[in-house]
């Protein structure tokens, strides 16, 4: 939890955007692998951040640390990231809805194949709290097989929280079948393909 909460608060890590922190534990070592989508200005010159980090870890859990910084690849594909920059933005009191409407046209440009961005709180300085939501493509949250992600964050404003979640459809998770050995040969009968022949 302390980990958690002081990789948050942090405003140097908050500007290099660490959607996920993993923490696995061996004895007396504590492994911390931070997924972020600016690796670079995370590590610094010379790695001089990261040891920084380290250092300042291991004082608040009195424990030997060990770093790792994984890239995330798709920073706009990523729920939490979004989520996060939508709330940054609202902070700057931009106007709601043309923002929620830019980056659910954002994400599905990139290649989602649906996307919902949910605001909830006193939107527009309402006097009685709402929701209000931007749905596009498809999103489909009653089936495994719908590579779902999910991510939320507040942004504070001068009239109170606003809680903004997001829901990214990546596509569909298709579990490979295997193939019988008598079946695959029908298989090669049919189209005339010769099967391989192993050595040895």
């Known amino acids: 939890?302390?980990?958690?909460?002081?990789?948050?608060?942090n405003p140097e890590l908050h500007s290099a955007g660490i959607p996920k922190?993993?923490?696995?534990?061996?004895?007396?070592?504590?492994?911390?692998?931070l997924h972020t989508a600016?690796?670079?200005?995370?590590?610094?010159?010379r790695?001089?951040?990261?040891?920084?980090?380290?250092?300042?870890?291991?004082?608040?859990?009195?424990?030997?640390?060990?770093?790792?910084?994984?890239?995330?690849?798709?920073?706009?594909?990523?729920?939490?990231?979004?989520?996060?920059?939508i709330?940054?933005?609202?902070e700057k009191r931009a106007q709601f809805r043309r923002l929620l409407r830019k980056f659910a046209e954002t994400i599905i440009d990139e290649g989602a194949q649906g996307v919902k961005i949910?605001?909830?709180?006193?939107?527009?300085g309402a006097e009685i709290a709402r929701s209000s939501a931007i749905i596009l493509g498809k999103l489909p949250l009653h089936t495994f097989r719908a590579?779902?992600?999910?991510?939320?964050?507040?942004?504070?404003?001068?009239?109170?929280?606003?809680?903004?979640?997001?829901?990214?459809n990546k596509g569909e998770i298709i579990p490979q079948r295997k193939v019988k050995k008598e079946t695959q040969n029908e298989i090669d009968a049919q189209t005339g393909q010769v099967p391989e022949v192993t050595k040895g």
């Open 21 to 33: 922190v993993e923490i696995e534990r061996s004895g007396d070592l504590v492994r911390l692998i």
């Open 87 to 90: 709330a940054e933005q609202l």
């Open 38 to 45: 600016s690796p670079g200005m995370l590590i610094g010159k």
């Open 1 to 9: 939890y302390k980990i958690r909460q002081y990789v948050k608060s």
């Open 147 to 168: 590579d779902i992600d999910y991510g939320f964050s507040d942004a504070i404003i001068s009239k109170g929280v606003l809680g903004v979640k997001v829901w990214i």
């Open 47 to 85: 790695g001089k951040n990261v040891e920084k980090l380290t250092e300042d870890i291991e004082k608040l859990i009195s424990k030997k640390v060990e770093l790792k910084i994984e890239e995330v690849k798709d920073p706009l594909l990523n729920a939490q990231l979004t989520a996060e920059a």
């Open 118 to 124: 949910q605001l909830s709180g006193r939107i527009g």
